[in-house]
């Protein structure tokens, strides 16, 4: 189960990475978004995976060692909703530099 | 806390308040400015009057607020006897400058700057006096540099007056950051901060091996503060600013914080060797150097400048000699000299405002003409020269009293001080003799831009009062200020008093002898060369080598070159390089466990993977490799990939006990999707010409991209299954969290009770940023300026609306969105607002103990919105329901904030919660807690921000239609 996780976010992390060093600004942006994919998967599984057993308590259930480790799950969920502010914010700062320099280059002008 | 403490953070607190107020005030108000800026002045002075009895005799006035215990800081106010008389001598002054500026100041400068700065100023240094931590003075410290530099810069339309407040700040601001961290190594040193600790801790001091570093350190700040050799330089730059500027800050404050610091730590420092031997020779110098280039210069201010130049190093050398005696006084010059140069300056500023220039040369024979201003300038530079009978020559005849005296034993320096003493004393008098006969004697100046007499009689007025102390403290020296200087020196020596006495007549000894040779050869030197220093030369410098200034600037100049070429080489202009710079150290902090930290991968720790999420991912990563290789000519569909690898992330989230996640992360990519659906429209067309991809170096900027990529993603793959691998520990946070969240927070959902209970201050962070970016788009967008080309309509969206004005009936607003549009799925998405809004309730609600919260319901009910902009688009919307997306996180913030907050009313600290279970008629026993409402603060701030968002983006398409529709492209393109 873990090498799948690790996998995935070598995937995304590659893709991501490859993306953020494009050259064209919206190339950027799926790139962040995959980057935050791959990283929020990573702060997750910091706690260890765990399948069936999520950390909405039982009263019957006095062992607490089976429960998902809370505390990454409530880091990610904040960082998730974060993320789609940030892409939004990222996403009009690029269409205003569209708009005055014409191009969709990431320094605002063509190389060379 | 008694009436003395209060007074004090009175003190501290009134200039800055006053500084605030100060700005605020209409710009012609230079009546109101001045009697406002004295009357803090003067409350400042009575204040320290009234405090005087409590330091008389050695006493300490303190006051403390703890800040940081741990750390040693800590916000102590400490009046003692020194501490006194700078406060007196800083608020006295600071009057007698305001009322002179009142006059000074020309109705076109803008006032409320000048008096708020002044003000500001004031409140700085007197926190440099009264502070009680060594930390709080070096803050105090570099407030008093950058007010200093507001000042002296408050004329900025002039280049030298720039390029002097630069000049000022650069040198006096670097020194501060070396006294920061001298600082640090003397609290390292002796343990505390806590400057009474300190003072009384010597002997450790001196013993100590860091004592060398501590002292060079501490004296950068203190010299480059006084202007000592070799950081003078600033000093005659500084000269630009308005001379009430300069009658403050080089009298009485701003290079008298130098000394004053010297002064502060002497009985901690003076008690080496080092001590003597850095600072005599400095002092030595700059009291030489300074008053034989004062003779030289033809500007009145920069003569002013040099002399105080030279009167500091005079006071540094007194210091140096780390004798009791000496220290006295240093600390009566320090007085003495504060009151002769503010006149002085004052009087300079008189003739300059009156006659129109500050020329030496083109002045001559104003004792006619203003003969008021004459007298008060003539007594001021008698005993600026130490003539008897003026205070300038009690505390002159001391110091050289203190030169004869052997100090340091077979001492080289030490045997030469009377001889350097006699000759600074003698060009002393040689410069005060030029300032008087050239300007106020002599042929008459015919040529003055402006017809000289005496100013209005408030202007004289400050200069009055000065030279009256002058002359009362040179005649009655005992009675007049002998209690005055005894509780300054019993507060600089700890209580201790070294004989001294302050009679006028000594009989004939070495020092006499001394001052009469100075005298005598100060007049025959100037005689000498009177008609050559009328001659056609400018102001002298330090000869061309020695001079730091020119260094300085020489240095300034080429880091400010390399700086541009840094730029290139980094590529500091590019995006490109500077996120490949961070990509590569964060590849390699991953490294550095599997390196430094012995981790490893242990291929057999792992569980068998799971064939379906082994299958999610297939598809997942195809995805994700998909969207990197489309994102740049295929936007839509690396866009649609893109939500396809976030599925897979979603669906691995359900997978691994994380449903809260699933839910948040499903809803997130639908609003993300969306988001950038928007944004495309106003993207480019493909390019067919950029030339990269057949480019040799794009090439090899692709493959080193490529490796990189490939690196991060390896590292990052493994070090997560490094860590997913090793055994947990049981005992972490989570364990505590899964046992209270039910009996402490109330709820059975631990990751909601983390986020609006036990991390709900954190929760509150978030939501506050998420607010302001939400706020930033909208204002962003506000000014929007697409570019031309992608304004009209896209050929889709012409062609759809030709297709459907030939099959239907056309309409009457054809940017209204067609009724047989999507007819179907738009009726199915009216229909379903209701019950999403009904579903965004039931998530809330169950939040704190399923699956569910404020977060998720905030995003569904956002969707709710969304599928009724977009099965009829925004003014179908609009028209039927107002949203006002601001006031919803505005609402939400402070709901979550009032929550907050009401548990001060039961005394609780911010964000406690408060529980229980509460029966309702039908739907049955739900919890209620405080906890619930900060959530409902979060669900209404993110369906706030999110639609807000949202709707400001696609509004973008509707209002440029309108506007060319309007014939406005025109003056669009106008505009570009």
Not at chain 2, 791 to 804: I, L
């Amino acid at each position: 189960m873990e090498i799948v996780i690790a996998i995935a976010i070598g995937i995304l992390t590659a893709s991501g990475i490859w993306l953020i060093l494009r050259p064209r600004s919206f190339q950027v942006i799926i790139g962040l978004s995959l980057l935050s994919y791959a990283i929020n998967l990573f702060i997750f599984s910091m706690g260890g995976i765990k399948v069936g057993s999520p950390p909405l308590l039982d009263p019957s259930q006095t062992d607490l060692t089976i429960y998902a480790d809370p505390v990454p799950q409530a880091l990610v969920l904040t960082a998730i909703v974060i993320g789609f502010a940030t892409t939004a914010l990222f996403l009009v700062v690029l269409l205003a530099s569209r708009g005055l320099t014409g191009g969709d280059h990431v320094d605002g002008r063509e190389d060379r | 806390m008694a009436v003395e403490q209060l007074s004090l953070i009175l003190l501290i607190l009134s200039p800055f308040v006053g500084s605030v107020v100060a700005a605020f005030l209409p710009a012609t108000a230079r009546n109101s400015e001045a009697i406002f800026a004295g009357a803090i002045a003067l409350i400042n002075l009575g204040i320290a009057i009234w405090l005087g009895p409590s330091v008389r005799d050695g006493g300490v006035v303190r006051m403390e607020a703890p800040w940081i215990p741990l750390l040693g800081l800590d916000f102590v106010l400490r009046l003692d006897g020194l501490a006194w008389a700078f406060v007196c001598l800083i608020s006295g002054i600071g009057l007698l400058v305001t009322i002179y500026a009142r006059y000074y100041m020309s109705p076109q400068d803008p006032v409320p700057r000048f008096f708020s700065f002044l003000l500001g100023f004031m409140g700085a240094m007197l926190g440099v006096v009264v502070s009680g931590n060594l930390i709080q003075i070096v803050f105090f410290w570099e407030l008093t540099s950058l007010f200093s530099f507001l000042l002296i810069g408050y004329w900025h339309h002039s280049q030298s007056a720039r390029t002097g407040a630069r000049r000022a700040l650069l040198t006096t601001g670097a020194g501060g950051l070396c006294l920061f961290a001298g600082m640090l190594v003397l609290g390292q040193i002796v343990g505390s901060y806590d400057l009474d600790v300190v003072l009384f801790s010597g002997e450790v001091i001196a013993a100590s091996p860091l004592y060398p570093a501590a002292l060079i350190l501490i004296l950068l700040g203190a010299l480059t503060k006084s202007a000592q050799f070799p950081f003078h330089f600033w000093l005659p730059g500084a000269m630009s600013a308005p001379t009430p500027v300069s009658a403050y800050l080089h009298s009485a404050t701003m290079v008298k914080a130098g000394v004053f610091l010297l002064a502060r730590l002497w009985p901690a420092m003076a008690d080496h060797d080092l001590w003597f031997y850095i600072l005599a020779p400095i002092g030595a110098i700059t009291l030489l150097m300074g008053a034989a280039l004062a003779l030289f210069q033809q500007d009145l201010k920069g003569l002013l400048a040099y002399s105080t130049i030279s009167h500091l190093g005079l006071i540094t050398l007194l210091l140096a000699l780390n004798s009791k005696t000496a220290a006295v006084a240093a600390v009566f010059h320090i007085m003495n000299h504060a009151v002769f140069k503010a006149s002085l300056f004052m009087a300079a500023g008189i003739i300059d405002h009156e006659a129109g220039t500050r020329d030496i040369r083109r002045l001559g024979g104003l004792a006619k003409a203003m003969p008021i201003t004459a007298a008060l300038a003539m007594v001021a530079a008698a005993a600026m020269a130490g003539v008897p009978l003026m205070n300038g020559f009690l505390s002159k005849e001391m110091f050289f009293a203190e030169t004869v005296e052997t100090h340091v034993q077979g001492s080289f320096l030490d045997s030469l001080l009377p001889y350097v003493a006699t000759l600074a004393g003698l060009f002393s008098v040689a410069y005060s003799l030029r300032l008087i006969d050239q300007v106020f004697f002599g042929p008459k100046a015919t040529d003055l831009p402006k017809k000289p007499h005496d100013p209005v009689i408030w202007m004289l007025l400050p200069v009055g009062c000065l030279v009256l102390i002058c002359l009362l403290v040179g005649l009655f020296p005992g009675p007049v200020i002998g209690e005055f200087l005894e509780t300054a020196v019993r507060g600089m020596l700890l209580g201790e008093k070294p004989y001294y006495s302050l009679a006028i007549w000594h009989g004939v000894n070495t020092a006499l002898i001394m001052s009469v040779v100075a005298m005598i050869g100060g007049i025959i030197a100037y005689v000498a060369l009177r008609d050559w220093l009328s001659g056609d030369f400018e102001g002298a410098r330090m000869p061309g080598r020695l001079a730091l200034r020119k260094r300085v600037e020489r240095a300034q100049t080429a880091l400010g070159r390399a700086w541009a070429r840094s730029e290139v080489w980094l590529g500091l202009s590019h995006l490109q390089p500077q996120l490949r710079w961070i990509v590569c150290v964060a590849i390699l902090t991953i490294a550095w466990p599997f390196l430094f930290r012995s981790w490893a991968i242990q291929p057999g720790a792992a569980e068998q993977p799971d064939t379906a999420l082994l299958f999610v991912w297939l598809i997942g990563g195809a995805c994700a490799i998909g969207a990197a290789y489309q994102a740049k000519y295929h936007r839509l569909a690396a866009l649609i990939m893109t939500g396809g690898a976030g599925l897979a992330v979603c669906i691995t989230f359900a997978w691994l006990s994380a449903p809260d996640l699933a839910l948040t992360q499903v809803l997130v990519e639908v609003v993300t999707t969306v988001l950038l659906l928007l944004g495309l429209r106003w993207l480019p067309k493909r390019k067919e010409d950029i030339r990269e991809a057949a480019d040799l170096n794009a090439k090899r900027r692709r493959a080193a991209d490529a490796v990189i990529a490939c690196l991060g993603g390896v590292g990052l793959a493994a070090l997560s299954y490094a860590v997913m691998t090793a055994p947990t520990n049981p005992d972490g946070i989570a364990r505590w969290l899964l046992t209270y969240a039910y009996s402490e927070g109330g709820g059975r959902n631990v990751v909601n009770v983390i986020l609006v209970d036990f991390r709900g201050f954190d929760t509150l962070g978030e939501i506050t940023v998420l607010g302001i970016v939400a706020l930033s788009v909208y204002a962003l967008l506000r000014r929007f300026r697409p570019a031309v080309e992608s304004v009209q309509a896209p050929t889709q969206k012409t062609f759809q609306d030709k297709y459907d004005a030939q099959r239907h009936e056309s309409h009457a607003d054809d940017r209204q969105i067609d009724a047989h549009y999507l007819l179907t799925p738009g009726l199915i998405m009216r229909l379903l607002f209701p019950l999403i809004a009904m579903m965004a309730m039931f998530l809330f609600l169950r939040g704190h103990d399923l699956p569910g919260g404020g977060f998720v319901a905030g995003l569904t009910f956002a969707v709710a919105f969304l599928l009724q902009y977009m099965a009829g688009g925004a003014r179908w919307v609009e028209e039927r329901l107002t949203i006002l997306p601001t006031l919803w996180i505005g609402g939400g913030l402070l709901m979550a904030l009032g929550t907050g907050a009401a548990a001060w009313i039961w005394d609780l600290p911010f964000l406690s919660t408060y529980f229980s279970y509460k029966e309702l008629p039908v739907v049955g026993k739900i919890p209620v807690a405080s906890a619930l409402i900060f959530d409902f603060g979060v669900f209404t701030l993110v369906t706030g921000a999110t639609v807000l968002i949202l709707v400001a983006l696609a509004h973008q398409a509707v209002r440029w239609q309108r506007m060319t529709g309007k014939g406005e492209k025109i003056a669009l393109e106008e505009d570009r």
